[in-house]
């Protein structure tokens, strides 16, 4: 079914709306919280969003004609990477995660090919089953491809992760596992050519700064929206089921990596990331309201 009804997003099918707003009900704490923050926007005088407007032009015109103070000023990292030591040496600007970044996986990606590994990180909250993870893992695997895997801890729901002999001996083959990383540092790494990911907007944003393709597999929240946004709009992504299977798994990164749409994507990837780029440019949009908002606030 089709949806017409939201401006900017023309084309938009029912399904592709995240979850908790097609099967919530009024009470369902989710849709309360979403729905008492828009109502909340009406009180506020400014509102800031990390995206560009290149990116988002349609939507961004349709919300500024309901809020007029609107200020697209991502990307950030973007942002941080102009910045000289000399501006920032009282500050640590480089690592801001709130989990220990292994060096290890920059380390692994040093004596690889340009344009070899995948990045699989599903984010810092995203969860899945077991079966799920195995799914990805023998994918990985029977694509004979190497990979970089973020696999954190409480990444399975409501278990630890154990991973199954023949797994993990299968894996170490071609594979590299940690438990985390510097992902602007891995996503800007020659050697990775393509990203799994699920869809989280700091991961999409951090990709296209990068100029990287990815698979997408939505968890929840945004995640579902921003998956259609990939693929459709800006046409840097595919998207998994839902229900993942090692077969689909397998097949997509192999486009992503060696296929000819993973390359028509890849380079998709790279006008993304130079349109990002002149957007924190002198004189770019997201610049350009950054020093707005600035002033903004002196003025108060």
């Not at 099918?13 to 707003?21: D, H, V, Y």
């Not at 984010?123 to 993870?133: D, F, H, K, P, T």
């Not at 380079?267 to 903004?296: H, P, Q, R, Y």
Request: aromatic share 8%; with cysteine; proline share 4%.
């Amino acid at each position: 079914m089709e949806i017409d009804w939201i401006p900017g997003m023309e084309g938009l099918l029912l399904k592709e709306l995240p979850e908790f707003l097609r099967y919530s009900k009024p009470d369902d704490p989710s849709f309360k919280y979403l729905l008492e923050t828009a109502q909340a926007a009406d009180n506020v005088s400014h509102i800031i969003i990390h995206t560009f407007e290149e990116l988002e032009a349609k939507l961004v015109k349709e919300i500024k004609s309901i809020f007029p103070n609107i200020y697209t000023v991502g990307p950030l990292q973007l942002h941080l990477n102009q910045i000289t030591k000399m501006e920032t040496k009282n500050l640590d600007l480089d690592c801001y995660s709130l989990r220990k970044e292994e060096p290890e996986c920059v380390q692994w990606l040093q004596s690889k090919e340009p344009n070899s590994v995948v990045y699989v990180n599903f984010g810092s909250i995203a969860v899945m089953s077991l079966q799920e993870l195995l799914e990805f893992g023998w994918g990985l695997v029977n694509s004979n491809l190497y990979f970089l895997w973020i696999i954190r801890t409480d990444l399975v729901d409501g278990e630890p992760v154990v991973l199954p002999q023949e797994l993990k001996e299968a894996m170490s083959e071609k594979g590299f596992v940690g438990s985390w990383c510097s992902q602007e540092e891995v996503l800007n790494h020659p050697a990775v050519g393509g990203f799994l990911t699920h869809g989280g907007w700091g991961s999409i944003i951090e990709s296209l700064s990068a100029g990287v393709p990815m698979v997408c597999w939505p968890f929840s929240g945004d995640q579902q929206i921003n998956c259609r946004q990939m693929c459709k709009e800006w046409e840097v992504s595919m998207e998994i089921e839902r229900n993942v299977k090692r077969d689909e798994v397998e097949k997509l990164v192999r486009v992503l990596m060696e296929g000819e749409e993973g390359e028509r994507m890849r380079k998709k990837a790279m006008e993304w990331k130079k349109t990002a780029e002149t957007a924190v440019a002198a004189n770019g949009s997201s610049c350009f309201d950054i020093e707005k908002l600035a002033d903004t606030i002196i003025n108060l």
